[in-house]
C-alpha cells in the first residue's frame, strides 16, 4: 500500500501562484508514476501532470507552460507549481500514485486539497 498526502492548496487570485506537495510513505519502490489530477464541482477528474520514475513528465494541454510537476526522491514528494493560474484552474486536486502507469492508470489517491482562484 501506498498512502499520499497532499498540501499546499488555497484561495488566491487570478494570475497568482501555488505549490502543492504530495508526501508519499508505505511501499514507494512499487511506483512508477505519481501525478497530480483535479475535479471541478460537476465535471470528471482530469489529469493535471504527471511525473514518471525515469523523470518523464506529462502535462494537460490546458496548464502547459504554466504548471510544472517535479520531484525530491529524498523527501518521496511530488510538487505541483502552479503559475499564471486562471479562475478555470478551480478544482480539488489530488494526488496520484501508479504501480504500472499508464497502463493501469492510477492504483492510489490522495484525499485531494482545494484551490480556488478568484477572478
Known amino acids: 500500500q501506498v498512502q499520499l498526502v497532499e498540501s499546499g492548496g488555497g484561495l488566491v487570485q487570478a494570475g497568482g501562484s501555488l505549490r502543492l506537495s504530495c508526501a508519499a510513505s508505505?511501499?514507494?519502490?512499487?511506483?512508477?508514476?505519481m501525478g497530480w489530477y483535479r475535479q471541478a464541482p460537476g465535471k470528471q477528474r482530469d489529469m493535471v501532470a504527471t511525473?514518471?520514475?525515469?523523470?518523464?513528465?506529462f502535462y494537460a494541454d490546458s496548464v502547459k507552460g504554466r504548471f510544472t510537476i517535479s520531484r525530491d526522491n529524498g523527501k518521496n514528494t511530488v510538487y505541483l507549481q502552479m503559475n499564471s493560474l486562471k479562475p478555470e484552474d478551480t478544482a480539488v486536486y489530488y494526488c496520484?500514485?501508479?504501480?504500472?502507469?499508464?497502463?493501469?492508470?492510477?492504483?492510489?489517491w490522495g484525499k485531494g486539497t482545494l484551490v480556488t482562484v478568484s477572478s
Open positions: 496520484a500514485a501508479g504501480k504500472r502507469w499508464p497502463q493501469n492508470g492510477m492504483n492510489y
Open positions: 508505505g511501499s514507494i519502490f512499487s511506483i512508477n508514476a
Open positions: 511525473i514518471t520514475t525515469t523523470g518523464n513528465t
